[in-house]
């Protein structure tokens, strides 16, 4: 079993509508959990993060934690063309980080 | 420009030669990982360095890849008698470890092509 489970998708949605992207993990030694963007051929640019179960939002962007349930989502509102991207999220020890596989997301005009 | 940077972007080369990679991370970052991403996967842990020391190696790094960091800021990984599976992006990556979170910052990544 993967350390971090994420759905590749590919997710397509049109402009507007609201994206909701998932992960769930297996360790629970997992204490900070982040959400990045990867632009084709570009490097990952870390989009939020955050280190207890709950809720924090940034603009457009709410990312979730269900620690007992060992399960992150990112929801993006208001989708534009310019969010399409591979989103990874990824899960922290202390001394490791593990990634997902990541989920594409194309939003359409 | 204060983000990570990483030369060369991209690299051509033939199986059975050695290639370099450089990284500059961000200037008070003491902690700087190297990373390999194939198409369809996340990143996957190489290595990472906390000051000039190497502090953890993936069992991904066999004895073919080496990586230095010797005065604490660039670091290099070298890749020696390349093969066809090697062609990945690397990234790099850094970090603080006096900042809680720890988040890591990325740079664009060295996309190497074997041949």
């Known amino acids: 079993q993967k350390e971090v489970e994420q759905d590749p998708g590919p997710l397509s949605v049109p402009e507007g509508a609201i994206v909701s992207l998932n992960c769930t993990y297996s360790?629970?030694?997992?204490?900070?959990f982040m959400w990045y963007r990867q632009y084709s051929r570009k490097g990952p640019e870390l989009l939020m993060y955050?280190?207890?179960?709950g809720n924090k939002e940034d603009g457009r962007f709410t990312a979730q934690v269900d620690k007992s349930s060992k399960y992150i989502s990112l929801f993006i509102r208001d989708s534009q063309p310019s969010d399409s991207a591979t989103y990874l999220c990824?899960?922290?020890?202390?001394?490791?980080?593990?990634f997902g596989t990541g989920t594409s997301l194309t939003v359409i005009p | 420009d204060t983000g990570v940077s990483q030369n060369p972007r991209h690299k051509i080369t033939k199986r059975g030669q050695n290639v370099t990679f450089r990284c500059d991370p961000i200037?008070?970052?003491?902690?700087l990982y190297w990373y390999r991403q194939t198409l369809g996967q996340g990143p996957e842990f190489l290595t990472y360095?906390?000051?000039?020391?190497?502090?953890?190696k993936s069992r991904l790094l066999s004895d073919r890849f080496s990586a230095e960091r010797p005065k604490g800021s660039f670091s290099t990984l070298e890749i020696q008698r390349t093969e066809q599976g090697d062609s990945a992006m690397y990234l790099c990556?850094?970090?603080?470890?006096?900042?809680?979170?720890?988040?890591?910052?990325f740079g664009p990544g060295t996309r190497l092509l074997v041949l």
């Open positions: 990556a850094s970090s603080s470890s006096l900042l809680e979170g720890e988040t890591q910052y």
């Open positions: 360790n629970s030694a997992f204490q900070y």
């Open positions: 955050t280190y207890s179960s």
């Open positions: 990824a899960m922290d020890t202390g001394n490791q980080f593990y």
């Open positions: 200037s008070e970052h003491n902690r």
């Open positions: 360095f906390q000051n000039e020391a190497q502090l953890e």
